[in-house]
């Protein structure tokens, strides 16, 4: 399952070894800002990248990061996703008004999301 929410929108990295992406040599010890919400919406790899699918099938996604990078609060992201959001939407929200976006470049997701839910 993909966490909804705030999402991380790129984390900055140090190469340890060489790579060439798309032509553009990384050496060892290289700074790399690895976009990640650009990443997961590749349709070369994920069909129809711009639709919600939480369980979508295909490569693991890098939301969570990997190895000691991986995020402490996954498995409470997951939690959610699987118990709390079902019964959020089964309360059939009503969007009340407009959302408005945090304005960051690192973190994508909603400051207000006005809703009314029907019992």
Do not use: K, M, S
């Not at 050496?27 to 790899?45: F, M, Q, S």
């Not at 990078?69 to 959001?85: T, V």
């Amino acid at each position: 399952l993909r966490p909804l929410g705030l999402r991380l929108q790129a984390v900055a990295r140090t190469a340890t070894v060489a790579h060439d992406v798309a032509g553009a040599a990384i050496a060892p010890g290289d700074a790399v800002l690895v976009v990640i919400a650009a990443a997961n919406r590749d349709p070369a790899v994920f069909p129809e990248p711009d639709t919600l699918c939480a369980d979508r099938d295909g490569p693991p996604t890098l939301e969570f990061g990997h190895g000691a990078h991986y995020c402490l609060g996954a498995a409470l992201a997951r939690l959610e996703l699987e118990r709390a959001l079902p019964r959020v939407l089964a309360r059939r929200p009503t969007p009340t008004g407009p959302v408005t976006w945090r304005d960051t470049p690192a973190i994508r997701g909603p400051l207000h999301a006005p809703v009314v839910f029907t019992a």
